[in-house]
């Protein structure tokens, strides 16, 4: 298999979606987040049974309010099938509407499915490493984000 991946198919993408903190509307809208700030985390369901398999959104968490951080897990089970990515892809769409310059985010040097999804996602490293001997050095990572990365209207 190549770097990139497995590819998503349109098959796969109807059959998931993502919406924030299972809204009480039953309307999923992944470019809504939580606050003034439109930040938040993501439910991931199977479109099928609507199975909770993960989550992803932005957070402040090491990085700042206008330089969010995107952040993202799933269950073991659903690895490996494209779900990190595209719901990832659509936070990073949805970041970009609201006129951020900048996401960050962090990963331990050993994730490296997760560093798979950032490198899909154009993020590079920042060149800032914090050393962690217990669980693993952290590794700081950052995209620009520009009008092209905001997602055309869904039809």
């Known amino acids: 298999m190549d770097r990139a991946g497995?590819?998503?198919?349109?098959?796969?993408?109807?059959?998931?979606?993502t919406h924030p903190q299972r809204p009480s509307s039953g309307h999923p809208d992944p470019t809504r987040g939580n606050g003034p700030h439109r930040f938040g985390l993501l439910a991931i369901d199977t479109r099928i049974n609507c199975e909770f398999i993960g989550y992803c959104g932005l957070i402040e968490g090491r990085a700042t309010i206008d330089g969010p951080e995107i952040a993202f897990e799933l269950f073991r089970r659903a690895r490996g099938q494209g779900y990190a990515t595209e719901a990832s892809e659509a936070v990073v769409a949805a970041a970009a509407e609201t006129g951020r310059a900048r996401l960050w985010s962090t990963v331990r040097a050993w994730n490296v499915p997760s560093l798979r999804v950032l490198d899909k996602l154009r993020f590079v490293r920042s060149g800032k490493v914090e050393a962690d001997v217990d669980r693993g050095n952290l590794l700081w990572l950052t995209r620009t984000l520009v009008a092209a990365d905001v997602a055309p209207p869904v039809r």
């Not at 497995?6 to 979606?17: D, F, G, K, M």
């Open 6 to 17: 497995p590819q998503i198919t349109a098959r796969h993408r109807r059959r998931r979606q």
